[in-house]
């Protein structure tokens, strides 16, 4: 069958196409390339010596995505397109509601007019907003501290009144932790635009001489060691979890939500030592203030995914770090090498 993978030249998205394509699925993707590389889809075709249909476009841009449904019978689309770092939301709110929400309603839209009522969204933990106790069920309440977070929550909402509006859509919403690491390959892997938001393309960076200190968002957290703690999971871990949350789809489950995580929180600290045992070389850093919108820690209870999904997370911390090394040390400069 055929997959409509939106942002799927991107980091999560260039994994899952690989996985897709590997159990044998036909893909099309599509992507604005705002914060990606068309390079990663050649290499998602060297890896897995299969090919790919690529769009370069945006998901606001409605006649565009006509188009596509025009030209493929989509049967399911994996929706990743979206802004994602935490600061800049803060920093830029009317551009990440534009983009994550707005993008999200006019996708939906065209799915309908096409009769294409099989969506996987890539949703956030960031909808926990601060949990009261850990680890996170799916039946915690939800909240955002942060217009990223937020405009995720909006789009799960929008896509519980859509189910409840036609319940001939089948919806699984992904609740997804801290993703890291990268193809076993070494081929594709996170190669963020600027600054790195996230913390292990930043460590990466760092260990490769491309900047010189890791800076470290507060030290005074209520965590063991004063740094934020983070349920970090295998990318690979994630896609295949995409490809799990299609087969349920195909079960007429109606709409449904699942955290992808590990269980096991993990401190800045201990990403950094980990990160220093896998390249054999100190990360030097610096401690700054914290940022607006983050939290002390957030893990997930990935029971219901296993349960329901027949999905778990089986990369160690050691596979994280040690693919994520691979990567940023075979393509100093990401994509552009």
Not at 16 to 34: A, K, M, P, Q
Not at 226 to 253: M, Q, S
Not at 278 to 306: E, H, L, T, W
């Amino acid at each position: 069958m055929t997959i409509l993978v939106t942002g799927g030249a991107g980091y999560i998205g260039s994994h899952t196409v690989v996985e897709l394509l590997n159990t044998g699925h036909d893909v099309v993707i599509l992507d604005n390339l705002s914060n990606a590389s068309v390079n990663a889809l050649s290499r998602v075709e060297q890896i897995t010596q299969k090919s790919v249909t690529f769009y370069q476009g945006d998901v606001l841009n409605k006649a565009f995505l006509q188009k596509v449904f025009t030209d493929h019978i989509i049967h399911s689309v994996i929706h990743f397109a979206g802004l994602k770092a935490v600061g800049e939301s803060v920093e830029q709110p009317l551009r990440y509601y534009d983009n994550n929400v707005t993008g999200t309603l006019t996708l939906c839209e065209v799915m309908n007019e096409f009769n294409v009522k099989n969506l996987v969204f890539s949703s956030s933990a960031t909808v926990y907003g601060d949990p009261a106790t850990l680890p996170i069920t799916e039946h915690f309440p939800t909240s955002a501290t942060n217009p990223y977070g937020q405009s995720k929550l909006m789009v799960e909402h929008i896509l519980s009144d859509l189910y409840q509006a036609d319940n001939t859509w089948n919806i699984a919403r992904l609740r997804y932790f801290n993703p890291v690491g990268a193809h076993a390959s070494g081929l594709i892997g996170e190669d963020p635009n600027d600054i790195p938001n996230n913390l292990m393309p930043f460590i990466s960076q760092v260990a490769v001489g491309k900047r010189d200190a890791l800076s470290i968002f507060g030290n005074d957290y209520d965590t063991h060691d004063g740094t934020g703690v983070r349920d970090y999971i295998h990318v690979v871990d994630l896609a295949l979890g995409h490809l799990k949350a299609l087969e349920k789809l195909n079960t007429h489950p109606g709409l449904v939500t699942y955290n992808l995580g590990t269980g096991q929180g993990y401190s800045v600290l201990e990403m950094v030592k980990a990160f220093e045992q896998a390249c054999n070389k100190p990360i030097p850093f610096q401690m700054v203030g914290r940022r607006s919108g983050d939290i002390a820690a957030c893990y997930a209870d990935p029971q219901k995914a296993r349960a329901e999904l027949n999905w778990q997370a089986n990369h160690t911390l050691n596979d994280m770090v040690m693919s994520s090394w691979k990567w940023q040390s075979n393509n100093p400069n990401g994509y552009c090498d």
